[in-house]
């Protein structure tokens, strides 16, 4: 064994000594106590943090520090960056918005569709389903805008607008935006004060101000904590055009990419507010892969017409002792398919006289439990 372990280290030495390749540079990351350093004035949107008083200060350093700490995390900030935050930079100049909003996305949600909490909050900017559909979002089982980054960012905006018109102040409109507005106004009233740095808050609550501050210095200034990306490390935007689609019936998101020449996942991840596999009736504005606008209405028409026509739908009667393995078996389909065909909850067992539908081409079966 120890004459292996010389072996494999000579040739390993004589590789590095003859090898005309160039050695992998290795970039150690600045010093942490060096980061966290302050240069200059520090301010969200405009109103200034008190870093030279040293209870804020630390706060600030403490999680600076924790985010810098996390850097696969950070990597994936900046790579998402150029993706969503134009369009969150947009909107946010169009309605006159402070530029530092944009940053409490990233703390919420670290730009990810389907982020969810352990409290209910979803999507971008990390809506409960009240207050998304107090703003304007459908949530429901079938459609979530709170996964809409459009969507979900311009009922952000409005609610943002509501909480500043409440407290005048943007550190507090965003202490509220975490906490509740309600919360909030309480704890003002009770500690006779409305100075956020001021305020004994939830600690989450206390530590949100200082990770949005976090997200900016990082985002605004990269090279100096240590992350240098190309413009190639950054995920490029996508790019996408609007179709509406008229659903006279549930539809298949299937037949959507069909009609859009493109697959499933590409539909889906473009509109990731649709749950499931498929639309409900109705009204859709979906975002289709660039080029696929034209001629999709006529494709859609000919891809529904095909699929109605090939479908044949068969309404079964749950019996006694009936269970879905045996259901689907019979019927010679997959049992995930009778599952998402009937939006079936697994952890709810089945019931007598419950009417399942099962779509199957070609000639259906004579079966009495068949029903129309």
């Keep these: 064994m120890q004459r292996l372990f010389l072996l494999i280290a000579a040739l390993g030495l004589l590789v590095s000594e003859t090898s005309d390749a160039a050695p992998i540079a290795s970039t150690e990351p600045p010093s942490l106590v060096a980061s966290v350093r302050i240069e200059g004035n520090l301010d969200f949107c405009g109103e200034p943090v008190p870093v030279g008083e040293r209870e804020v200060r630390e706060r600030y350093e403490k999680e600076l520090l924790l985010t810098l700490w996390d850097r696969p995390q950070v990597i994936l900030w900046l790579k998402r960056s150029s993706r969503y935050l134009p369009y969150i930079e947009e909107v946010l100049q169009k309605e006159g918005m402070p530029g530092d909003l944009r940053y409490v996305a990233v703390a919420e949600s670290a730009l990810r569709a389907h982020a969810g909490s352990s409290k209910g909050a979803m999507g971008y900017w ?3 389903r009240s207050t998304g559909r107090k703003y304007g979002l459908t949530v429901n089982d079938r459609i979530d805008e709170r996964r809409s980054l459009k969507a979900s960012t311009r009922a952000a905006v409005r609610y943002f607008k509501d909480l500043y018109g409440l407290f005048g102040s943007w550190t507090l409109a965003a202490a509220a935006y975490n906490m509740g507005e309600d919360g909030l106004m309480a704890e003002i009233l009770e500690q006779g004060t409305d100075d ?4 004994y808050l939830p600690l989450e609550t206390q530590r949100f101000i200082f990770r949005i501050l976090s997200v900016k210095l990082i985002l605004s200034a990269p090279e100096k904590y240590g992350f240098e990306l190309t ?4 995920y490029p935007p996508f790019e996408f055009e ?9 539809t298949p998101i299937r037949i959507i990419a069909l009609a859009a020449g493109t697959h499933f996942k590409a539909v889906k991840d473009l509109n990731p507010e649709i749950r499931g596999h498929h639309l409900p009736p109705g009204t859709h504005t979906l975002l289709v892969p660039k080029g696929a606008s034209a001629g999709f209405q006529e494709r859609y028409t000919r891809c529904m ?18 269970n879905l393995s045996a259901i689907a078996e019979r019927y010679g389909v997959p049992l995930l398919s009778l599952i998402i065909w009937n939006r079936l909850d697994v952890r709810r067992p089945i019931h007598p006289g419950q009417k399942l539908v099962i779509h199957q081409e070609g000639p259906q079966k004579d079966d009495e439990e068949e029903q129309d």
Excluded: W
């Excluded at 956020?196 to 305020?199: C, S, V």
């Design 126 to 128: 990390q809506f409960m």
């Design 196 to 199: 956020f740095y001021r305020l």
């Design 231 to 234: 413009d190639q490390d950054f």
């Design 242 to 250: 609007e179709v509406r689609v008229e659903c006279l019936h549930e």
């Design 305 to 322: 017409e095909s699929y109605l026509s090939a479908k044949k739908d068969s309404v079964y009667l749950v019996k006694q002792g009936d």
